[in-house]
């Protein structure tokens, strides 16, 4: 079985990866690459620990092959931050205590960021709806909705 | 022994081919060891649970038109292959025009699936649990879909045979779906009843809809399709019939939803029992016929 060539932007470097046809985008990113922030949690595109930004979507990196993303630009958990200042929803998070054991954290921001970029006013209700596809087993959700709808509001500060 | 609840994705190869034909033909060449691929979002899972076992994907996505959404007044709406059900619901010719398609594809699972999921693919996995089926029954469509001898448009009610399984042969490639125009004053209604309010899987779906039809007795023409009951998404003719012939008042749509319930068959399974699912059938048959007639009144008042 033939391996692929493919070249792809992450965190807006360029990288040139030889992968065979069965590579997930997540298994690339972790054993690869090192990107560990994307987290491998239920295989099956539920959980979305493994959620990353692929041509600005959020997408399952379990459920996409490493091959599909010749020529897409890709943001991971480590690429929010920008120049060590983190994005809103960073920190926000903290400050609001939506991470405990953190393994959902970077699947968790991804998508919040996603929403942001999307949306940048979310009522609750499209905050829960954005994040149903990110499991949390700790902190029951509610300190995480808060963060998101505060880093809007800091976002929307910002902007002014 | 493991403990992975699922195991990574085994060999196979990945293919692109540069045109649909070459597509068609290559999958014709390899039967039973090839299958197209949109979204990958239930076949990923398949392959990993050892139900599949094709050597070759063939990425079908970006041939041709696949990736386009095109509305036209007089000929309606053409989705692609490969257009993602995120794309449908954000699409406002979509929502003016097919807000039920749109309803139907924000049930399916979660924003980052969708990105990648697709309503051909949808279709094409002929899961009876598929979401998006429903609304694309009742509303008339068809596929187009690419052989090795060329096109050729197939209808959505004779697509489906069984779980799993449909009337493409080898080397077909469900291209794009048509949804023909709808007539002014349509309304419906798609209830999922999953394990959560968000995300999961159907034990029930329930797509009513209704279009103004004044040469019927009632004036309108309300047809039903029910997910997850049958090993097939079922279109309910009964529930037309009746409701053709009977005035629409809060106790006919009672007696057209125990149709509905008499027409399904579910089974036992690890979402809900087949008793369970008859009740509910009944339940959410009358609640999405009470909330279809409330839409056309309302737009009826509006016109």
Redesign the interface.
């Known amino acids: 079985?033939?391996n692929?060539r493919i070249i792809l932007t992450i965190n807006g470097e360029t990288e040139q990866v030889e992968v065979?046809?069965?590579?997930?985008l997540l298994?690339m990113l972790r054993e690869k690459l090192a990107f560990t922030g994307t987290k491998n949690g239920?295989?099956?595109?539920?959980c979305?620990a493994c959620?990353v930004l692929?041509d600005g979507?959020?997408?399952?990196s379990?459920?996409?092959?490493a091959?599909?993303c010749h020529g897409s630009t890709i943001i991971t958990v480590e690429g929010l931050a920008k120049d060590g200042v983190l994005h809103p929803v960073q920190q926000t998070i903290i400050e609001h205590g939506g991470v405990q054991c953190g393994f959902c954290t970077p699947g968790m921001l991804i998508?919040a960021r996603?929403?942001l970029d999307r949306n940048a006013d979310p009522s609750e209700e499209d905050i829960?709806?954005?994040l149903?596809?990110?499991l949390c087993r700790c902190t029951g959700y509610i300190r995480i909705i808060d963060s998101v709808r505060d880093a809007a509001e800091r976002q929307q500060v910002l902007s002014l | 022994m493991s403990i992975d609840a699922h195991p990574e994705l085994p060999e196979f190869d990945y293919i692109r081919p540069g045109t649909v034909m070459e597509a068609s033909r290559f999958l014709a060449e390899h039967p039973g060891e090839a299958r197209p691929l949109l979204g990958g979002t239930d076949i990923f899972v398949r392959l990993r649970d050892g139900f599949y076992h094709e050597k070759y994907l063939v990425d079908v996505k970006k041939l041709d038109n696949t990736g386009v959404i095109s509305f036209d007044p007089l000929q309606g709406l053409t989705l692609g292959a490969g257009v993602s059900m995120n794309r449908v619901i954000a699409s406002p010719e979509v929502r003016s025009n097919y807000p039920l398609l749109a309803e139907a594809c924000r049930t399916v699972a979660s924003y980052q699936l969708r990105t990648r999921a697709t309503v051909v693919g949808n279709i094409c996995n002929a899961s009876p649990a598929g979401d998006t089926i429903g609304a694309c029954l009742v509303m008339g469509s068809g596929l187009n879909v690419h052989g090795v001898s060329g096109y050729r448009r197939v209808e959505l009610a004779s697509f489906f045979l069984g779980p799993g399984k449909t009337v493409l042969q080898p080397g077909d490639i469900v291209t794009s779906i048509h949804i023909p125009v709808q007539p002014k004053g349509a309304a419906g209604t798609y209830i999922k009843l999953g394990r959560n309010t968000w995300s999961d899987l159907s034990i029930v779906g329930v797509t009513a809809y209704g279009v103004p039809d004044p040469a019927l007795a009632s004036g309108y023409r309300v047809r039903m399709a029910l997910a997850s009951v049958a090993p097939v998404p079922l279109l309910v003719p009964s529930v037309e019939e009746f409701l053709a012939a009977n005035p629409i008042t809060p106790d006919s749509l009672r007696q057209a939803a125990r149709l509905a319930q008499a027409a399904c068959h579910p089974i036992d399974d690890v979402r809900g029992s087949a008793r369970y699912r008859k009740a509910m059938v009944r339940n959410l048959a009358e609640k999405a016929l009470l909330t279809t007639w409330q839409r056309l009144q309302a737009l009826a008042g509006s016109a």
């Open positions: 079985m033939a692929h065979p046809s069965q590579m997930t298994q239920c295989m099956a595109g539920e979305g959620t692929m979507e959020p997408v399952n379990c459920m996409v092959l091959v599909e998508s996603a929403l829960r709806e954005a149903v596809g990110n």
